[in-house]
């Protein structure tokens, strides 16, 4: 379903509304795919849905979001301050704001890197974080992409994403461990004294593979991948990435249905053309 539109004065109101008293002098509005997000530095970042379907999930993600901050993690993870308010067909929520700045792309650190995944992978996968974050799906990931996603690829690249998506598929299992699924950019900050700080935006979390979240992290190029993981979780890495991009990959991982099979195809399509 397709998202409603709504205005900067609105999007303020909903922050003022959750979070009265407090100054939105210097509040500033961003986006991300699945929310609105109101930026208020020093207090919280308040998160309102896009689409009806975001809304409903909003809750659970939450409480994601405390199950995590409870996994005693050595750095910050964002935590309700409100509950979940519903604003007509949108739910909002305010979350605690978490300092420091991303890392410019290519310049992170492989053992900040590594003590990063090893921290997200190590998380203990609680009865109650299974529940959580288990998704119901009738076939597996590699299934839905060589069904749906396979054969509406160009003949330039049918055949061969086919083969990278059958080795992939192939890999053998290992136990279901926490999956950030976006880590990266804006979502991982740092101190000016290269301190990680936070890991901010769950949404995408799932259990899974971790050579997932490594896979992410090549941003940073794959050599400084290499160089974070042992050999084994280097190579499950590449695998999971060379069908469609990890990216693309985690939209089906993370158990969401596929809404947008043409659009999802097209962004697919243009990962693979350039970085062929």
């Known amino acids: ?19 009265p008293g407090h100054p939105l002098d210097a509040a500033r509005v961003t986006e991300g795919n699945l ?11 308040v998160r309102v849905s ?13 409480a994601v979001l405390r199950e995590i901050a409870e ?41 900040q890197i590594g003590a990063l995944l090893r921290a997200v992978r190590e998380v203990p996968v609680t009865p109650r974080l299974r ?12 299934e839905v992409l060589a069904e749906q996603v396979v054969p509406r690829l160009p003949d330039r690249w049918r055949d061969e994403c086919r083969r990278r998506l059958e080795a992939a598929a192939a890999l053998e299992a290992v136990p279901d461990a926490l999956v950030h699924g976006d880590l990266g950019g804006a979502n991982v900050h740092w101190g000016r004294d290269g301190r990680l700080i936070g890991v901010l935006d769950w949404d995408q979390a799932h259990l899974f593979d971790p050579a997932v979240d490594a896979a992410l992290m090549a941003w940073h190029g794959w050599e400084t991948v290499r160089l974070a993981v042992d050999p084994e979780t280097y190579r499950r890495a590449r695998a999971y ?13 993370d158990g969401r249905p596929l809404t947008n099979v043409e659009g999802y195809v097209r962004s697919i399509v243009a990962w693979l053309d350039s970085s062929s």
């Open 131 to 142: 529940q959580l974050l288990n998704a119901p799906r009738e076939k597996g990931w590699a």
């Open 71 to 111: 996994a005693g993690l050595p750095f910050a993870v964002p935590e309700p301050l409100t509950p979940v308010t519903r604003f007509g067909q949108r739910a909002a929520v305010a979350v605690s704001w978490i300092d420091g700045e991303e890392q410019p792309e290519g310049q992170g650190d492989p053992d």
């Open 50 to 62: 896009k689409r009806p379907s975001s809304a409903e999930e909003m809750p659970r993600r939450m």
């Open 1 to 19: 379903m397709t998202e409603t539109p709504i205005t900067a004065a609105e999007l303020l109101e909903i922050a003022d509304a959750l979070l």
């Open 241 to 253: 990435d060379a069908p469609f991009g990890v990216g693309h990959l985690v939209g089906i991982l």
């Open 35 to 45: 929310h609105h997000v109101v930026l208020i530095p020093g207090t919280a970042a």
